[in-house]
């Protein structure tokens, strides 16, 4: 059975990049505009196996919406990838201590983000 990976992005074109690299990759693929429908996402999809997400988006921003997600019991140990167009340190802290566990700055070639997704990604 295929893992499901939910991309989180303000950037369509951006969520379609990503999107066909992982499909290619023999995942399955939801994807939201930002947090609030992450968050929405989350509750509609049975089982998601790791998250992709910007961190500057409207309604909600992706540091605010790993806070949520981690807060969540069914999806506290659901593994976190940030990418995003933030290089900076403290961004990198803050969502580290929100619970993300991979940062890729963008732009990013889709080798480097299978590899961080095949890390992560539980068998």
Do not use: C
Request: proline share 6%.
């Amino acid at each position: 059975m295929a893992k499901t990976i939910l991309i989180v992005d303000d950037s369509s074109s951006l969520r379609t990049v990503v999107k066909l690299a992982l499909v290619r990759a023999g995942y399955e693929v939801h994807e939201a505009g930002d947090g609030v429908e992450g968050l929405s996402k989350l509750d509609s999809v049975s089982k998601v196996n790791l998250i992709v997400s910007d961190v500057n988006m409207p309604n909600m921003d992706g540091i605010t919406f790993v806070t949520r997600v981690k807060q969540h019991p069914r999806h506290k140990f659901t593994p976190v990838i940030m990418l995003t167009t933030e290089g900076q340190d403290a961004k990198k802290d803050q969502g580290r201590a929100a619970g993300a566990k991979a940062w890729i700055v963008k732009p990013f070639n889709p080798p480097q983000l299978l590899d961080a997704v095949s890390k992560l990604i539980l068998p």
